[in-house]
T-cell receptor, first 107, second 115 residues
Framework: QKEVEQNSGPLSVPEGAIASLNCTYS??????FFWYRQYSGKSPELIMF????GDKEDGRFTAQLNKASQYVSLLIRDSQPSDSATYLC???????FGKGNQVVVIP | EAGVTQFPSHSVIEKGQTVTLRCDPI?????LYWYRRVMGKEIKFLLH????????ESGMPNNRFLAERTGGTYSTLKVQPAELEDSGVYFC?????????????FGSGTRLTVV
């Protein structure tokens, strides 16, 4: 079983819509959860982190954590073409990464 | 503030050769990490330095990989001898504290191709 799973294929959303990404993790003792964005050919950059159950909002981004179900999600509201990238879920201080979800925002 | 700098950005070497990758973390960041992404796979942790000490090297794939951080500033990752499966993008990241409460700052990576 992989430490972090991101199973969805590429996600295409129209501009202005909500993009929803999901991630599950295997270690029930995990404490810290991160979403990174990676543009093609660039390095990952941190966009959100969450430690407590519930929602955390930062601008157009909302991270949701459910430790009982071992999943963390990312919502991107009012999606913009500039949001087109690969979004990586990572867990814990060592950063166990998922494979990432590619998001394409269609103008 | 300068970011995390990695050199070279690309390297193409033949199987059996040696390659050394370098990472300059953000000044003052005691924590330095190496990660690798093989094509089609997840980014994988390799090792973690706190200053010049290896805090966790459990992700190093085998003894062909040697990481050093003499003086606790920049770090090098040497692959000797390189094999085809070592091809991928090697990322370095640094952070100020021992925990990732502030997230890591990643370098732009070194793309290594072994032919």
């Amino acid at each position: 079983q992989k430490e972090v799973e991101q199973n969805s294929g590429p996600l295409s959303v129209p501009e202005g819509a909500i993009a929803s990404l999901n991630c599950t993790y295997s270690d029930r003792g995990s404490q810290s959860f991160f979403w990174y964005r990676q543009y093609s050919g660039k390095s990952p950059e941190l966009i959100m982190f969450i430690y407590s159950n519930g929602d955390k909002e930062d601008g157009r981004f909302t991270a949701q954590l459910n430790k009982a179900s071992q999943y963390v999600s990312l919502l991107i509201r009012d999606s913009q073409p500039s949001d087109s990238a690969t979004y990586l879920c990572a867990v814990n201080n060592r950063l166990a990464f998922g494979k990432g979800n590619q998001v394409v925002v269609i103008p | 503030e300068a970011g995390v700098t990695q050199f070279p950005s690309h390297s193409v070497i033949e199987k059996g050769q040696t390659v050394t990758l370098r990472c300059d973390p953000i000044s003052g960041h005691d924590n330095l990490y190496w990660y690798r992404r093989v094509m089609g796979k997840e980014i994988k942790f390799l090792l973690h330095f706190v200053k010049e000490s290896k805090q966790d090297e459990s992700g190093m794939p085998n003894n062909r990989f040697l990481a050093e951080r003499t003086g606790g500033t920049y770090s090098t990752l040497k692959v000797q001898p390189a094999e085809l499966e070592d091809s991928g993008v090697y990322f370095c990241a640094s952070s100020q504290g021992p925990h990732s409460y502030y997230g890591y700052t990643f370098g732009s990576g070194t793309r290594l191709t072994v032919v």
